[in-house]
């Protein structure tokens, strides 16, 4: 990109959005039929669907926990998804990104019900555009619930970050690569919980408690879609659609 | 055999004794397909594919990369499938096994063979320079016959893929400096255009259970199969491609009904992949 074109002018984004506004997001629960529970979800660009599979027996058995169940998210990107060709399988990127999903959600689900088995969580980015590991969070969230797994709360994802000396909601993909910080965090909506937050770039103080702040304006906002998705579901199937 | 196959296989053989399948389908009927193009922004080319509760996505990326020395004014292709846990309980993730390597080489053959892909028009510059294709398969649901839906999802990706001449401008303009030649194939191609293809073989695919053959198998159908035949035909009616699994056999007279069969369906699905591919 050009160093002349501006990410942030006249109090408008690129794409034309606010500061505190979120891409376009659509969630349906329920897509899948072999999977227990399955969410598409379409966040700006982003195109992501999860699957979940268990509570059942966790495999290699050192895995076992005696005392609860293991919480195992898998975040994969497929090859097609980014503008160069993603070698398939999973590389330290998607390792780590599956690794922090793995712990923000066996703190929500009630893991001591469920002892020796695993829940897997099967997230894959069909179209990556920014922001997918908030994108996965929160679609393996709603698939979680349409596979009926016992939670505490529904967890939801969303990023702030920084572009052009502002602070802003939901960066999209030249906002991530040339905007200054990037902060996603995942919480329990209900308690106000924090349950995932990475940063990178430069922010100080006050930035990170305004982009923090708008966070979790954003993941109200998104909580609300995905409890409609799965209201939607069940009201189609108590209606016999 | 496992507990549950067998009783599965006992009670779809007594269905098929009197001529029927579990879900009512005739021995010869596919299940309703659905064709979905251009869902991944970020791919060349994209399609969803539904068969039954099948559910397969393929992308496309194209790449420039080097010939193979035995094709030197060939455009070359990769075809690779992924059964993802998403997709089954007993897909595990790690490297492929040995019946997604079937499964892409399956799809691989019935594209490359059948000369689908007008490669020399892929050439960029002979010797040095050619697009590279990349046909990744995704698996998102497994109910059966995965070869039929992955093999019709990458046919609907290849035809509706636009060759990135905008994304590769770059590469191509570094390049001219050492093949000067590259500038008549962008003078030539100034912006993306369609890949260049022939007419699609599309392949059917029957299962052998109990001494009668069943198209289209769901997965309970595909568990208990002893063999299986997937026939790819074109639209004159044409063989252009075949591949036998499993253990058991067929006699002559079930492969010639089979390969009918796959004709009859085949013409169908053709048209079904026109349409949806705005053709």
Redesign the interface.
């Known amino acids: 990109m050009d160093a002349d074109i501006k990410l942030f002018e006249n109090g408008k984004r690129l794409d034309g959005r606010k500061p505190d506004e979120l891409r376009k997001i659509k969630i349906e629960a329920g897509v899948l039929h072999r999977a227990e529970g399955s969410c598409y979800l379409e966040w700006g660009g982003n195109k992501v669907i999860a699957a979940v599979y268990g509570p059942r027996e966790a495999i290699p058995r050192h895995t076992q926990n005696p005392l609860r169940a293991i919480v195992n998210a898998k975040y994969n990107m497929a090859a097609f998804s980014v503008d160069e060709r993603k070698r398939p399988g999973p590389d330290r990127r998607s390792r780590e990104i599956s690794k922090v999903i793995s712990e923000a959600l066996e703190n929500i689900i009630l893991v001591e019900k469920y002892p020796r088995a695993s829940i897997d969580v099967n997230i894959e980015v069909l179209n990556a555009e920014a922001g997918t590991r908030c994108a996965g969070l929160t679609a393996a969230a709603v698939a979680l619930v349409d596979a009926g797994i016992p939670m505490r709360d529904i967890p939801v994802a969303c990023a702030a970050g920084k572009i052009e000396d502002q602070v802003v909601l939901d960066l999209g993909k030249d906002e991530d690569n040339y905007g200054t910080a990037d902060l996603p965090v995942a919480i329990a909506p209900r308690t106000g919980e924090i349950l995932l937050l990475q940063m990178d770039g430069h922010l100080t103080l006050e930035e990170f408690d305004k982009a923090l702040d708008l966070a979790i304006k954003g993941c109200h906002i998104i909580s609300d879609i995905q409890k409609k998705a799965i209201m939607e579901k069940y009201q189609s199937v108590s209606e016999g659609k | 055999m496992p507990i549950t196959p067998s009783i599965k296989r006992d009670y779809l053989s007594k269905l098929a004794e009197n001529g029927k399948r579990e879900d009512g389908r005739k021995f010869d009927e596919f299940r309703k397909i659905e064709i979905e193009t251009g ?5 060349e080319g ?1 399609a969803k594919v539904k068969i039954g ?1 099948t ?1 397969v ?1 393929a ?3 194209m ?1 420039i990369g080097e010939p193979y020395p035995d094709t030197p004014d060939e455009g070359a292709m990769s075809t ?1 499938a ?1 059964l ?6 007993d897909f595990e ?1 790690g ?1 492929p096994r040995a019946d997604a390597i079937e499964l892409a080489r399956v799809v691989d053959r019935g594209i490359r063979e059948s000369g689908l892909i007008e490669v020399k028009k892929l050439c960029i510059e002979s010797g040095e320079k050619v697009w590279i294709i ?1 046909i ?1 398969i ?1 698996i ?4 059966g016959n995965l070869f039929d839906a992955a093999s019709l999802a990458s046919l609907a990706a290849l035809m509706t893929t636009n060759i990135p001449i905008d ?1 590769a401008k770059a590469t191509l303009e570094r390049l001219k400096d050492k093949f000067p030649s590259i500038g008549q194939y962008l003078n030539d191609h100034p912006e993306d255009y369609k890949l260049p293809l022939t007419d699609p073989p599309v392949s059917c695919t029957s299962v052998k259970y109990n001494g009668v053959v069943v198209m289209d198998p769901s997965l309970d159908e595909e568990e208990i199969a002893e063999a299986r035949l997937t026939v790819a035909t074109d639209k004159n009616g044409d063989i252009r491609a075949m591949q036998k699994g499993l253990n058991g056999s067929f006699s002559t007279d079930e492969i010639k009904k089979v390969i009918k069969a796959s004709i009859d369906n085949g013409k169908k699905i053709q048209e079904q992949l026109y349409k949806s591919v705005g053709k």
């Open positions: 869902i991944v922004d970020k791919a994209s509760n559910q996505i992308g496309i990326k790449d690779a992924e993802i846990p998403l997709a089954s309980p993730s490297p990349f990744d995704h998102l649901d497994y109910d994304r």
